[in-house]
């Protein structure tokens, strides 16, 4: 039982470039969660998903996409990287009808 | 005024000392309160999960919550270096949104050998 994993550890990126942060989780929880972390903001909420097929968006959404087409998958997309998203970013899960999140191992993205 | 204030230290105590890290919240409705440990470099560990005021414990750890003063708190007795971490609050309120958990922005704790 894995819990929740990420792809990859790490990752730098030129401005303007893209990638796709991979989050799985072997849990069987319905709600999924991306997060970026920066010294002194804490975790910011970026989108969720409720379930297979459903996203929302959370607290700064701009500059990125999801999907989640996949239960046990959540795709974090950046479609052209600015540097003011170098971060830390955390994908974390929830089974249904609770409220407690876990978490995975982080990406650490730097945009040059 | 944020909604959740957490006193980023850093704490630094020796081993064996009690450590109580805490924080204070202004949304009266917050039902669900979470403690996480952070270690440098790793994801979030969920610890303490309690629901409205009381308290929980599981080995060295306590959770209290005291909904009146809108404060929570996390002691650890007998510290260890191993304890070394940061330690994040998270709460919500029930139904509403499922994004709806807000962290406090975490206590640097270093324990002394």
């Known amino acids: 039982n894995a819990g929740v994993t990420q792809t990859p550890k790490f990752r730098v990126l030129k401005t303007g470039q893209s990638m796709t942060l991979l989050c799985a989780q072997d849990?069987?929880?319905?709600?999924m969660y991306w997060y970026r972390q920066d010294p002194g903001m804490g975790l910011r909420l970026i989108h969720y998903?409720?379930?297979?097929?459903?996203?929302a968006k959370g607290e700064v959404p701009d500059g990125y996409n999801v999907s989640r087409l996949k239960k046990q998958n959540f795709l974090l997309g950046l479609e052209s990287a600015a540097p003011s998203q170098t971060s830390v970013y955390f994908c974390?899960?929830?089974?249904?009808?609770?409220?407690?999140?876990?978490f995975g191992p982080g990406t650490r993205l730097t945009v040059t | 005024q944020k909604e959740v204030e957490q006193d980023p230290g850093p704490l630094s105590v020796p081993e064996g000392a009690i450590v109580s890290l805490n924080c204070t919240y202004s949304?009266?409705?917050?039902?669900?309160f979470m403690w996480y440990r952070q270690y440098s470099r790793k994801g979030p560990e969920l610890l303490m999960y309690?629901?409205?005021?009381g308290n929980k414990e599981d080995g060295r750890f306590t959770a209290q919550v005291d909904k009146s003063s809108k404060y929570i708190s996390l002691f650890i007795r007998d510290s260890q270096p191993s304890d070394s971490a940061t330690y994040l609050c998270?709460?919500?309120?029930?139904?509403?949104?499922?994004?709806?958990?807000?962290f406090g922005k975490g206590t640097k704790l270093s324990v002394k050998p």
């Open positions: 998270a709460m919500r309120s029930y139904g509403g949104s499922q994004g709806n958990l807000i």
């Open positions: 949304n009266s409705a917050f039902q669900y």
């Open positions: 974390a899960s929830g089974g249904s009808g609770r409220y407690e999140q876990y």
């Open positions: 998903s409720v379930g297979e097929g459903t996203t």
């Open positions: 849990m069987n929880h319905e709600y």
């Open positions: 309690t629901y409205s005021s």
